[in-house]
């Protein structure tokens, strides 16, 4: 079984900027793709941004380009995602993914592994 990890969250104001990170453990789990989605209340779940197996590969949502930056570090099987210039639409709880494959996809399906999810709050 594979267990996924979030921490970073919090309430900030408009215009600041937090790190996510999240940590995998897990005997079977070699490290595919991780990516991170967020879902607000009364809507459904979306991509924000993923990364491939290597690191040699992002993808990130409209949204996030520009702001979000994900990396990872494959010795720790760790990503983060450093987001910038936060607006109150970014407010969400922010779910942390991993797959087996190994390629950066948008996909809800690519993602085999969830955490439990981080509360980001911004202020107006």
């Known amino acids: 079984q594979v267990q996924l990890v979030e921490s970073g969250g919090g309430l900030v104001q408009a215009g600041d900027s937090l790190r996510l990170s999240c940590a995998a453990s897990?005997?079977?789990?070699?490290?595919?793709?991780m990516g991170w989605f967020r879902q607000a209340p009364g809507k459904v779940r979306e991509f924000v941004a993923a990364?491939?197996?290597?690191?040699?590969?992002?993808s990130y949502a409209d949204s996030a380009k520009g702001r979000f930056t994900i990396s990872r570090d494959n010795a720790k099987i760790t990503v983060h995602l450093q987001m910038n210039s936060l607006k109150p639409e970014d407010t969400a709880v922010y779910y942390c993914?991993?797959?087996?494959?190994?390629?950066?996809?948008?996909?809800?399906?690519?993602?085999?592994?969830w955490g439990q999810g981080t509360q980001v709050t911004v202020s107006s």
């Open positions: 993914a991993a797959g087996l494959r190994g390629g950066a996809s948008n996909w809800i399906g690519h993602y085999n592994y």
């Open positions: 897990g005997r079977t789990f070699s490290g595919g793709a």
């Open positions: 990364i491939s197996r290597n690191g040699d590969s992002t």
